[in-house]
């Protein structure tokens, strides 16, 4: 006791000695990704700091990153069956034109991941915390989109994207490779669009959505998303490998569905637009 006294005292008397000594400073190893999101992507202070504010949640929060994370081992899991059940003796990997299974990994990553982290939106995080928000942000901008579909493409996109690049050059070459990947981009993107047409919150900052009744058709929703992805778009990506054409006609299918959604959100009505953070039974998920 006499020895804690003792030092709890000498402790208490060097506080005014460090008053004016600051924070300690931080580690700049690992920090130049935030930099150059920074000054290239994030250049308003507010999507700046909800950007940071949400990436830092999904990877610190366990709650929210064992969501993520369950969505992205499930990610793994589906395609590597895939490519298991379509593996046989004598197959060749870099065979051409590539088999749907092995063009299909990276369209499977990309949508179990994005599902995950969209998911991960609706879990909130210290509610009475987000008076700051509430101070800070206008309830009719568009800013809590913007930082939802850059955390998206980043969280996704940002290495599933190169990957994909360099394992399609390694087995068929850059042409193929340079097509397989702007179509996951093309189709990602368009994913994201949809995946945040009636979005209206910061995430992590609201109340979780009620249960409603067409949340049942929501999951056979995103099933169906599914097989659009792991199975049809991989088929697009081989046989535009095969006509050297095919890419060419999905380029108005993906700006058709960008332009649809565009109008959607034009034709809503501002109440639904508004920045909410507390959830009713009439907001749609």
């Keep these: ?13 060097r506080i005014p000695e460090f008053a004016d000594v600051g924070p300690l400073p931080r580690g700049q190893r690992f920090r130049w990704p935030t930099q150059f999101l920074d000054v290239t992507v994030l250049r308003a202070a507010e999507q700046r700091a909800c950007y940071h504010f949400v990436s830092r949640t999904l990877l610190r929060s366990d709650a929210h990153l064992q969501i993520v994370l369950a969505f992205a081992a499930l ?54 915390a987000n008076w700051v928000f509430r101070l800070w942000i206008e309830p009719g901008g568009e800013q809590p989109r913007q930082v939802a ?13 190169p990957l994909c690049f360099l394992y399609s050059a390694l087995l068929w070459g850059w042409l193929t490779a340079l097509l397989q990947t702007a179509l996951l981009i093309a189709c990602s993107g368009v994913f994201v669009e949809v995946l945040l047409v009636r979005f209206r919150k910061i995430p992590f900052t609201c109340s979780y959505p009620a249960f409603q009744s067409h949340s049942t058709l929501v999951l056979v929703a995103y099933l169906i998303g599914f097989v ?45 637009k508004q920045l909410v953070f507390e959830e009713d039974s009439a907001s749609g998920f």
């Excluded at 589906?78 to 060749?92: D, L, R, Y």
């Excluded at 579909?149 to 994207?161: C, E, M, P, V």
Aim: aromatic share 14%; charged share 10%; proline share 6%.
């Design 1 to 13: 006791i006499l020895a804690y006294t003792f030092s709890f005292r000498r402790s208490f008397v």
């Design 75 to 128: 990610g793994l899991v589906v395609a590597a069956q895939t490519v298991n059940a379509a593996f046989h003796p004598g197959i060749s990997f870099a065979a051409q034109p590539p088999a749907v299974a092995l063009l299909s990994i990276p369209f499977i990553l990309s949508y179990c991941l994005l599902v995950g982290i969209r998911l991960a939106y609706e879990v909130p995080s210290d509610l009475p």
């Design 149 to 161: 579909r850059k955390i998206l493409l980043t969280f996704s996109l940002g290495w599933i994207a």
């Design 228 to 272: 659009v992805f792991a199975i049809y778009i991989p088929q697009i990506v081989q046989w535009s490998l095969v006509t050297r054409w095919g890419a060419v006609g999905f380029i108005p299918a993906v700006l058709l569905s960008l332009g649809g959604l565009r109008q959607f959100r034009k034709q809503m009505l501002d109440m639904d």
